[in-house]
Structures are given as structure tokens and as C-alpha cells.
């Protein structure tokens, strides 16, 4: 049997382990459906490994954050007492938590947090601002090449479970798909770290030989077209305007499956302001990259950016995936 290697990468993020618990559920079942009663098992054929790079930021966070207020205790009880628990079940795909949530926000001040108010809305902004801030430029810092690290070192774990020539899928949401295309850009391109070669080891898998699906939700990438400065203002020396797009699928698969139902689908929802189209960056993005419009139920929340954490907690999103490995699955075997 040909397997099929899963990766799912989370954006902004806890440090929990089952992040990944409710989309690998949601696929498994999507999978199942259409393979019918006497297909392969969906954990033999689709190997998920879940790519876990928020505690390489976490303990700087938490202690940021004990710092700024003081806290008599270890840093982040208020944290792990009041909101960890609710971001769990969010992760786990249970909408009506956001009521609590909303609620924690909505507190101002605690009597036992007094430096600064807002204490869970400011708890959340250093998450949503300090991971960005904190994935800096490879050239300026180290945490970009960590976090890479990280990232090759679950794809090598990945690719020893699958087989190192499996075909890979990448399934991306927020601020992890800017990580997933930073990754295999910096491969395509041969901009390679010394940290992310030493995670990779020589594993084709994790150098990104493999890529055949791309899948990103909720992502921010167009914003990242930002950083480059538009034609008529380039310099000699400047970096090149955001226009090239990674490669999928990598012109291996293409050439070992000429026929294989490779793509590349952003999915995004009109409500989310953190999620764009990307097919507008370029005629190379255009031709690559497939924008999906979604409506993501998170009802009562449907119709606001709340929507932005449900992608893979909803069916509109897993099943279309699970469908296309399924029958990219068929076309392996």
C-alpha cells in the first residue's frame, strides 16, 4: 500500500498537544465515507502527523506576561486557571465556548491582576502579536529558524512513520500556512539553514520533494506581499516583489504521478479579516493557488470574524480534502 503523509500545521496557538485532534477525526470520517465499507482503513492510508511549533514561543510568553503583571505565582496560573482550559475546547471544535471566552475578554480588571486591565484580551493580543512579531526574517533573528526547525523535524517524524517517498499533504491554518510556504519556498529556492538541514536529515519528505496537496485556511499570506516594496520603489538590492508562489505540486511528484490530483485550495471565509484570497497576488499565484470561498458554521457567531478558528472543525473544509486524497489515494494504488 501506497500511503499518504498528513501534515497539519496550527497558526496561533496554546501549547496543546491535541490541537490537531479534531480535523484528523473530521478527515479519518470524510475519508471512510467515500471510500465506502470495504475501502482501506483511513490510519493505514493517511498517516497525520500534527506540526506543533507553538511552545517553541509559549515560555517567553507566559513569562512576558508574569513579568507585566506581577504575578506572585509561576508565570501564567491566571492563564492556565482561566483561559487555557476554554481554548481547548475551541481546538476541539466546541463553538458555544466562545460565549466564555467573550466573557474573559470582557472582564476588565481582577483583583489579583491590577498592573494592567484587560487581562485575557491582553493575554490574547500577546499571542496573536507576539507570534508574529516573534516570526521574524531568517536574516534578523533566530526564532524564524527554530521554528523551522521544528517544523522539519515533525516532517522527518512523519516521514519515518509514511516512508520517505509518500506523497505529502499540508494542510495549514492562519499563521502556520505563511509558515508552510515560507518553508518550502526557502527549499525550492535553496535559502537552507543550517538548523532546519540538521532537523531535516536526509529525509526527501522533510526537504519538501514531495509536496502534492496544499491546503490553507484562514491565511494572512497575501499580507505578507507587505514587506516587499512594489515595483517603481525597488532598489538595487531590494528583495523581489511577493509574486512567486511554492511549487505544487514539487516537479518530482509531478514527474513519478503525471496523473495524480495534485492542488492547491485556500479556503477562506468572506467574514474572517485575517483570511485573503491569494490568487490576486500574481499571475504565478493565479496559477497555482485555487481561492475557495467558504461560509464556516459557527453559529451563532456565523456571520462575524469569529469564524476564523473553525476551518477544521467544519465539514464544508475537511470533506472536500478528504475526498481528494481518497481518490488520490485510488490513483496511488
Keep these: 500500500m501506497q500511503r499518504i503523509g498528513v501534515a497539519i500545521v496550527h497558526g496561533i496557538e496554546i501549547a ?3 490541537f490537531a485532534a479534531t480535523p484528523t477525526k473530521l478527515l479519518y470520517e470524510g475519508f471512510r465515507e467515500v471510500m465506502g465499507p470495504n475501502g482501506p482503513d483511513p490510519e493505514e492510508a493517511l498517516v497525520v502527523k500534527p506540526i506543533h511549533w507553538a511552545p ?19 508565570p501564567g496560573v491566571f492563564f492556565d486557571e482561566r483561559v487555557r482550559p476554554t481554548v481547548e475546547r475551541l481546538n476541539a471544535g466546541e463553538r458555544m465556548q466562545l460565549f466564555p471566552m467573550m466573557l ?17 484580551a491582553r493575554w490574547l493580543m500577546m499571542h496573536f502579536i507576539g507570534d508574529v512579531i516573534a516570526y521574524d526574517s531568517p536574516y534578523s533573528g533566530t526564532n524564524y529558524r527554530a521554528i ?19 506523497p505529502l499533504c499540508v494542510i495549514a491554518h492562519s499563521l502556520g500556512s505563511v509558515l508552510a510556504s515560507d518553508y518550502f519556498y526557502d527549499q525550492q529556492t535553496r535559502h537552507l539553514w543550517k538548523e532546519v538541514r540538521a ?6 519528505l522533510a526537504k519538501g520533494q514531495t509536496l502534492a496537496w496544499m491546503y490553507t485556511m484562514g491565511s494572512p499570506l497575501a499580507l505578507w506581499s507587505l514587506k516587499y516594496p512594489s515595483t517603481s520603489q525597488q532598489l538595487p538590492g531590494d528583495e523581489p516583489k511577493m509574486s512567486k508562489p511554492i511549487e505544487v505540486p514539487v516537479h518530482q511528484i ?16 468572506k467574514d474572517d479579516i485575517i483570511a485573503y484570497p491569494l490568487e490576486g497576488l ?7 493557488v485555487d481561492d475557495r470561498d467558504v461560509r464556516v458554521h459557527t453559529f451563532p457567531f456565523s456571520w462575524t470574524p469569529l ?12 470533506d472536500p480534502i478528504a475526498q481528494t486524497l481518497a481518490t488520490g489515494w485510488q490513483h496511488l494504488n
Design 282 to 288: 500574481s499571475e504565478e499565484y493565479a496559477n497555482v
Design 16 to 18: 496543546d498537544p491535541d
Design 56 to 74: 517553541e514561543l509559549e515560555d517567553r510568553q507566559r513569562e512576558l506576561f508574569a513579568q507585566v503583571y506581577d504575578e506572585s505565582n509561576e
Design 199 to 204: 532537523a531535516q536529515g536526509s529525509s526527501a
Design 307 to 318: 469564524t476564523h478558528s473553525f476551518y477544521w472543525a467544519d465539514r464544508v473544509v475537511m
Design 254 to 269: 509531478a514527474q513519478r504521478y503525471p496523473e495524480l490530483n495534485t492542488e492547491w485550495i485556500n479556503f477562506y471565509d
Design 104 to 120: 474573559s475578554i470582557a472582564d476588565r480588571t481582577r483583583g489579583d491582576l491590577r498592573q494592567l486591565n484587560w487581562p485575557a
Design 148 to 166: 523551522h526547525a521544528r517544523f522539519a523535524a515533525g516532517l522527518a517524524e512523519l516521514a519515518d512513520e509514511v516512508g520517505d517517498e509518500a
